[in-house]
């Protein structure tokens, strides 16, 4: 059995997609509820 491809990624690098997706919902959750402007905002202060 093959291991899963993101088993041979080093921490580091699975940590900086996580906090790429965080991010990303973020700015998402931010515009659905808030508008554009308040997206922006919010990932300034990230």
């Given at each position: 059995m093959t291991?899963?491809?993101?088993?041979?990624?080093?921490?580091?690098?699975?940590?900086?997609?996580?906090v790429a997706?965080?991010?990303g919902l973020i700015q998402w959750l931010f515009a659905a509820l808030f508008g554009a402007h308040a997206a922006q905002l919010a990932?300034?202060?990230?």
């Open positions: 291991p899963l491809p993101f088993r041979r990624l080093p921490a580091y690098a699975l940590n900086g997609i996580e997706i965080g991010i990932l300034s202060g990230a």
